[in-house]
């Protein structure tokens, strides 16, 4: 113990009496004591710039040490007495406990990653750089209840800026969580808090949300340059991602997984939703979901077992259409359906073998009182073309059903038609949000 702990405790305290006395006016130095000869011996502690190699004749100017010294453990008693030996210890614990409220020990270098997750998610130095570079582009959004209790917290994604006059405004899509509940805006609406990279925090201001897409648009007033991320055309089955978080603290938050080979059509009209084999991180409602290119491609939704993810094309769509007509136009055709492709492969060869048919949307379930329903149309029916429309994702069939509610917002009219390939002619109502 002795030779574990007997080190020199300064070599710059000046020359002492005693041992003892060294040890407690370096530590009246450490703890901020109100020696004045000690303080001013430390500020005019100087320490030489290294010279020129093979020049030890020429210096640079001395320039004050900034940081206070290190601690040192004092030497053990050499008269191994037990009166001494314990006041030795108290002056360890003393030490120690002063050590460890160094702040030194937050720096990153110092510390151990908060999230192990993170760590396992994100392994190699391209996928780190990867990381890092959308992680400039998400923040943390925090809400405060009129009454002053903590409510949600999610991920937002920067999506563009714009000056008007004297401020820079900032547009960020996020989950609709943070201001809803059950589909229902929250009156009053809490106070929106903002998190950026740098640990700045703005008040956000709230400007639109979905409930069906699950999706709101937040502003903040930043004279910060922040920037869009990457912009891909979507996730693929298959395709691995990540899901980006920035979390209360603002950390950054990330985990790994791919795209889900899964269709779910249990709910109507949400079927356009895909899915990770992984969860979202803390904070991961609204994260970008991110390809291993640094495309975002869609954003992530807490969901068991599963995170879910919603298509960045469809939520560029419903921001161009809020833009431009402050709304949002979505159809309302009454259907849950699955594609063909997704069918066990001993299916699809008998429907192929005795139905000719290789591709199109099979219907899972249907409105009551529906359009759909009102046609004969019948769980288990295959619709083998919407417009021609037959290879479609379901992703994918969202986002050409979505593109109606811009002939539906151009032209004013209440309906759509959709065509089916077997004639069937489906009048399209939408909801405007």
Known sequence: MADALETKLSDDLGPAPSKRMKIEAAAEELVGGSNTGTEEAAQQRMTPAAAAVGDSSSA???VPISTPPRLHAPPFPETGKPKDIRKWRNECKRICEIAAKDPRLELPTQREPK????????????????????????VNISSTTHDGSMGS??????MGQWESKEKQHT????????????????????KLSVGLPNKTILDGQFLFFDDHYDIALLEIDADLPLQRPSIGSGPEYGQEVFILA??????????????????????IDRSYQMFVSCEAPVAGNGGPVIDHDGNVTGMAFYSRPNAAVLSISTIMTCIEMWM??????????????????????????EISVDHGIDTGFIVHTVSDYSAAESLGILPGDVI??????????????????????????????????????????????????
Do not use: M
Request: hydrophobic share 40%.
């Open 115 to 138: 999230d192990p997750g993170t760590t396992d998610a994100v392994l190699t130095s391209r996928e780190k750089v990867v990381v890092r570079g959308v992680a400039r582009s998400i």
């Open 171 to 190: 547009l960020i899509v996020t989950c609709s969580k943070i201001i809803s509940s059950g589909g229902t805006l929250l009156d009053p609406l809490p």
């Open 246 to 267: 920035r979390d209360s603290g603002l950390s950054l938050r990330a985990r790994h997984g791919e795209i889900l080979w899964l269709e779910e059509s249990d709910f």
């Open 324 to 349: 431009k007509f402050s709304r949002i136009a979505r159809p309302i055709h009454g259907l849950g359906v699955r594609t063909f492709e997704f069918l066990d492969v001993s299916l699809q060869e």
């Open 60 to 62: 640079s100017p001395a």
């Open 153 to 158: 917290q999610c991920t937002g994604i920067i």
């Open 384 to 433: 083998v073309s919407f417009d021609d429309q037959h290879t479609l994702s379901l992703p994918q069939l969202e986002d050409y059903l979505l593109s109606l509610g811009w002939t539906f917002l151009n032209n004013s009219s209440s309906t759509v038609d959709l065509k089916s390939k077997r004639s069937i002619t489906l009048p399209v109502q939408f909801c405007d949000a």
